[in-house]
């Protein structure tokens, strides 16, 4: 099991950026697939972007490509989330989830650990 802690959120107007960081501790960070996921109000969760053990492979949702950039410092055990022109449809929680295969996708349900979250919003 790993332990993951989001950070970086917060209140942004549109076309803003953020960047979010999800601190893992516990298990190898290295040994993870790590993906980061948004549920907006009264929604289900999408996942945005995630990445490989090795950084090496990556999706992105339709809705950000482009705009988000997914990226891992295994020496630091911390995932990243880039979110560049924000708009107002990003308001959400972002979680990040860890997943023990070399890849997890966009399937939420492949992946056993989760953060507690950290809320973006994206005023208009």
């Known amino acids: 099991q790993v332990q993951l802690v989001e950070s970086g959120g917060g209140l942004v107007q549109a076309g803003g950026s953020l960047r979010l960081s999800c601190a893992a501790s516990?298990?190898?960070?290295?040994?993870?697939?790590m993906g980061w996921f948004r549920q907006a109000p009264g929604k289900g969760r999408l996942c945005v972007a995630a990445i490989s053990r090795s950084g090496g492979r990556t999706y992105y949702a339709d809705s950000v490509k482009g705009r988000f950039t997914i990226s891992r410092d295994n020496a630091k055990s911390t995932v990243y989330l880039q979110m560049n022109s924000l708009e107002p449809r990003g308001t959400a929680v972002y979680y990040c989830a860890a997943d023990s295969c070399a890849w997890g996708g966009s399937d939420g349900d492949e992946y056993e650990d989760w953060g507690q979250g950290t809320k973006v919003t994206v005023s208009s």
């Open positions: 516990g298990r190898t960070f290295s040994s993870y697939a």
